[in-house]
């Protein structure tokens, strides 16, 4: 009785404590329960804990529970035992000899012994917590705090559910909270009427739910449902438990589409009606991880996600503007938000992201950006949204990030032909210049150059581009240890050579030769081609810059390119010899001839490949137009592979063929060669052909080949009349030479006959009557009539 006056409780402790010891340990139950009443009287004030412990107290308290049968007893010593249990430094004893004994009195149905025992747990929770224990007694703690929470007593249940708040704490397995339905008890203490129970069920969810043990059950226990109805009266302690949850459950798979189906977007919006930093930091975390699933993305976007996330946006936390960053990533690269975003009236915050001052949001909208440049849908996007202007601006970013991934967006846009004009328009080539210039990273460089590749195809963009000197950033980048970038900057630089005159002459002045030059020589087929054509491209139509290529030595690697194995870098070699040799200029052919190229010409045409071959006939029928090289191709048989080529190539390889045979029949020294080799009858088979090209060249060839006597006979019994009959009887340019020819063949009278039955005199009846002929054409065709007639009327007598 005194003991129950704190007042006494010192003097007490210091004089009897021994002696309340001692009867404690006395049979006599009446004598332990008084001793046991006061020692838990006495242990209610801390100050009288240190002379209390100076005894064996605790292993008589503990050795009580075990062995006294009576209930009081056991009552009594649990209370000394929670009031001790406020000083720290006697909780690993406890544990070690008690805790057994604690968790078989918490099964008793004595209501003040449960709630004995829950206030002992629930200040040992926080040691046991730090320590590691006997599995299966840690089994026994959690099951009995299990059976606790469900009890009647309202402070019986509050203190059972913080121990197991703080057991769940700690970095343990959570595995054994599952087996024993640990979260669907606290589902239940959700839904009490106790506010603070609630919280502190929350925060026992919050905790078992950042572990990696989570079960089916656990996500589909109703855990969303309740604690989303408990947002509406929750005070900030509430809310931050909340969030904490949503945050730990969004990170498993499993949980995530209930959460969605609960609707999660307005709840976190709740939520953030307190501005609270870890609120906000948590429900940031929730709309990331929620946002990183592609199968939930459409359903929480119509929830209204971006609007929340603009919300945290305005955050200053970097956590939490780092999450948003992340989220806003997420959602920008599904092809479906992008759909439902242009069709329908929702704000568009990448913009907004891409203006802020906080990199993780530049970055956020340069990233965001890229992706929806990937499809024609986010390219239509962005673009009505008006966000091509931004990105170029992020072009030029001082972040690496995000000038990459803008970059990158820009190259994307620039290879659509829809929407390259709108880049261009904008500034697009000024600024992937600028941003080429002044960078040096590969990434960066490799999408710049394959911007500029697909600028470069547009006409008017070529000028654009070539005024603003990029064939000398192009140059540079050509010349990069990244392969991928030496292509797209190769191709660039063969789409720029490729244009007016005075635009490819200016190209030539900015440099570019001496790197095609190094680019034709380098270990790339793709890189080589490119450099080819380019060649070709200059060269054409402009006799300045074929000088120019010539003396810059570029003549020789292309003859040896001509030998590769690979067909279209050989058909593009040929293509840029072709250039270079076209025209009058006698030094281009002759360069060609001196370094030896007509020998691999010849080898070329006699391969099976049918484009290589056209280019080597019609190279070689350019180089055939100088006296000197035509002489050269004579002397190497060439005739023989032209005759044998004309009769089975593409019509493409005839024409070549056809016009290389013209050139050689001006020429009377090399008609025996075409005699020899069977010319006479592949030169009735061209102009035989139903093509325009092949008749003209045929009717020219034939014309010089009538001149030779010896071969007027041959070729009309050949079939040589017909065709040429038939060209006088049109209006195209080989009518003339047709004529020619016939009249020429008529100066045999053994042709005569054949020249009649194919329809001839018809032929030169309307070509003496024609007001476009000549007068000396029309008086050598009524000459020619009148030889005809006087030799039939002679073959008549």
């Known amino acids: 009785n005194l003991s129950l006056s704190p007042n006494h409780h010192l003097d007490i402790a210091r004089k009897a404590i021994a002696d309340l010891v001692a009867l404690a340990k006395l049979d006599k139950d009446s004598s332990s329960l008084g001793a046991f009443g006061a020692i838990a009287n006495l242990a209610e004030g801390i100050d009288?804990?240190?002379?209390?412990?100076?005894?064996?107290?605790?292993?008589?308290?503990?050795?009580?529970?075990?062995?006294?049968?009576?209930?009081?007893?056991?009552?009594?010593?649990?209370?000394?035992?929670?009031?001790?249990?406020?000083?720290?430094?006697?909780?690993?004893?406890?544990?070690?000899?008690?805790?057994?004994?604690?968790?078989?009195?918490?099964?008793?149905?004595?209501?003040?012994?449960?709630?004995?025992?829950?206030?002992?747990?629930?200040?040992?929770?926080?040691?046991?917590?730090?320590?590691?224990?006997?599995?299966?007694?840690?089994?026994?703690?959690?099951?009995?705090?299990?059976?606790?929470?469900?009890?009647?007593?309202?402070?019986?249940?509050?203190?059972?559910?913080?121990?197991?708040?703080?057991?769940?704490?700690?970095?343990?397995?959570?595995?054994?909270?599952?087996?024993?339905?640990?979260?669907?008890?606290?589902?239940?203490?959700?839904?009490?009427?106790?506010?603070?129970?609630?919280?502190?069920?929350?925060?026992?969810?919050?905790?078992?739910?950042?572990?990696?043990?989570?079960?089916?059950?656990?996500?589909?226990?109703?855990?969303?449902?309740?604690?989303i109805r408990c947002i509406a009266w929750a005070n900030e302690d509430m809310r931050c438990q909340i969030a904490g949850l949503f945050a730990n459950l969004s990170e498993h798979r499993e949980c995530q589409s209930t959460m969605v189906s609960n609707g999660i977007i307005q709840a976190v919006d709740n939520l953030l009606l307190i501005e609270h930093e870890e609120i906000w930091q948590d429900c940031s975390r929730t709309l990331a991880n929620l946002c990183a699933n592609e199968g939930k993305q459409a359903i929480i976007h119509r929830q209204g996600v971006l609007k929340t996330l603009t919300?945290?946006?305005?955050?200053?936390?970097?956590?939490?503007?780092?999450?948003?960053?992340?989220?806003?990533?997420?959602?920008?690269?599904?092809?479906?938000?992008?759909?439902?975003?242009?069709?329908?009236?929702?704000?568009?915050?990448?913009?907004?992201?891409?203006?802020?001052?906080?990199?993780?949001?530049?970055?956020?909208?340069?990233?965001?950006?890229?992706?929806?440049?990937?499809?024609?849908?986010?390219?239509?996007?962005?673009?009505?949204?008006?966000?091509?202007?931004?990105?170029?601006?992020?072009?030029?970013?001082?972040?690496?990030?995000?000038?990459?991934?803008?970059?990158?967006?820009?190259?994307?846009?620039?290879?659509?032909?829809?929407?390259?004009?709108?880049?261009?328009?904008?500034?697009?080539?000024?600024?992937?210049?600028?941003?080429?210039?002044?960078?040096?990273?590969?990434?960066?460089?490799?999408?710049?150059?394959?911007?500029?590749?697909?600028?470069s195809i547009d006409t008017a963009t070529k000028e654009i581009m070539i005024a603003q000197e990029v064939p000398k950033v192009l140059c540079r980048l050509a010349k990069s240890p990244d392969s991928s970038t030496q292509r797209f900057s190769s191709l660039a630089l063969c789409n720029l050579c490729v244009g007016t005159r005075e635009q490819k002459e200016l190209v030539v002045k900015q440099g570019v030769l001496s790197v095609l030059l190094f680019l034709l020589r380098f270990p790339d087929l793709e890189v080589e081609r490119c450099a080819s054509l380019a060649i070709a491209g200059l060269c054409l139509g402009s006799d300045r810059n074929k000088v120019e290529v010539v003396d810059s030595g570029f003549v020789r690697p292309l003859i040896d390119t001509i030998t590769y194995p690979d067909t279209r870098m050989r058909q593009c070699a040929l293509l840029a010899l072709n250039g270079i040799a076209l025209g009058e200029l006698v030094e281009t052919k002759e360069c060609v001839y001196k370094e030896e190229g007509l020998s691999s010409l010849l080898a070329l045409i006699k391969s099976d490949d049918d484009e290589s071959i056209h280019a080597g006939l019609y190279m070689?029928?350019?180089?055939?137009?100088?006296?000197?090289?035509?002489?050269?191709?004579?002397?190497?048989?060439?005739?023989?592979?032209?005759?044998?080529?004309?009769?089975?190539?593409?019509?493409?390889?005839?024409?070549?063929?056809?016009?290389?045979?013209?050139?050689?029949?001006?020429?009377?020294?090399?008609?025996?060669?075409?005699?020899?080799?069977?010319g006479l009858e592949a030169v009735v088979g061209l102009a035989s052909l139903v093509d325009e090209e092949c008749q003209d060249y045929g009717a020219f060839t034939l014309a010089f080949l009538a001149n030779n006597k010896s071969f007027q006979v041959p070729l009309a019994k050949m079939g040589g009349v017909r065709p040429l009959v038939s060209m006088m009887a049109t209006n195209s340019e080989s009518r003339h030479y047709a004529a020619l020819a016939l009249l020429k063949l008529a100066d045999n009278f053994e042709n005569h006959v054949t020249i009649a039955e194919e329809g001839g005199i018809n032929a030169l009846l309307a070509l003496g009557r024609s007001k476009v002929s000549s007068e000396g054409m029309q008086y050598k065709a009524s000459l020619t009539v009148g030889k005809m007639a006087k030799n039939a009327a002679g073959q008549l007598s």
């Open 48 to 227: 009288t804990h240190p002379l209390m412990t100076s005894v064996p107290i605790l292993d008589s308290i503990v050795d009580c529970l075990e062995q006294k049968d009576s209930l009081d007893i056991k009552r009594e010593a649990s209370r000394a035992i929670a009031n001790l249990l406020s000083s720290r430094e006697i909780h690993p004893r406890i544990i070690q000899r008690g805790l057994d004994s604690l968790v078989l009195l918490s099964a008793r149905t004595c209501e003040e012994c449960q709630y004995l025992t829950a206030l002992a747990f629930r200040k040992l929770s926080p040691t046991i917590s730090t320590m590691t224990i006997d599995y299966d007694l840690y089994y026994k703690l959690v099951s009995a705090l299990v059976s606790l929470v469900k009890v009647q007593d309202g402070k019986t249940r509050k203190h059972a559910t913080t121990a197991l708040r703080d057991l769940s704490s700690s970095e343990t397995d959570r595995t054994l909270f599952f087996k024993l339905d640990t979260p669907a008890a606290m589902v239940e203490l959700v839904k009490d009427n106790d506010k603070e129970i609630q919280i502190i069920a929350v925060a026992t969810l919050r905790h078992l739910s950042s572990g990696q043990c989570i079960k089916e059950d656990f996500s589909s226990s109703g855990i969303t449902q309740h604690v």
């Open 311 to 455: 919300k945290l946006g305005k955050s200053k936390a970097d956590v939490t503007q780092r999450y948003v960053a992340i989220a806003m990533r997420f959602m920008s690269s599904s092809i479906e938000v992008q759909n439902l975003l242009a069709n329908g009236k929702e704000s568009f915050p990448f913009l907004e992201f891409s203006s802020s001052n906080l990199l993780d949001f530049q970055r956020a909208a340069a990233a965001a950006f890229a992706s929806m440049s990937l499809n024609q849908t986010g390219k239509s996007l962005v673009l009505r949204k008006g966000g091509i202007k931004p990105i170029l601006q992020l072009c030029i970013h001082l972040d690496l990030a995000v000038r990459r991934d803008a970059v990158f967006c820009i190259a994307n846009f620039s290879c659509s032909p829809d929407f390259r004009q709108y880049v261009v328009k904008d500034g697009g080539v000024e600024t992937i210049k600028a941003a080429s210039t002044s960078n040096h990273d590969i990434e960066l460089l490799r999408d710049a150059s394959r911007a500029m590749s697909s600028f």
């Open 620 to 678: 070689l029928g350019t180089l055939a137009e100088n006296m000197e090289i035509r002489d050269a191709l004579v002397a190497m048989h060439c005739i023989q592979v032209v005759v044998e080529k004309s009769s089975i190539g593409s019509i493409e390889i005839k024409r070549a063929a056809a016009y290389l045979l013209s050139l050689l029949s001006e020429c009377p020294d090399y008609h025996d060669g075409i005699r020899t080799v069977g």
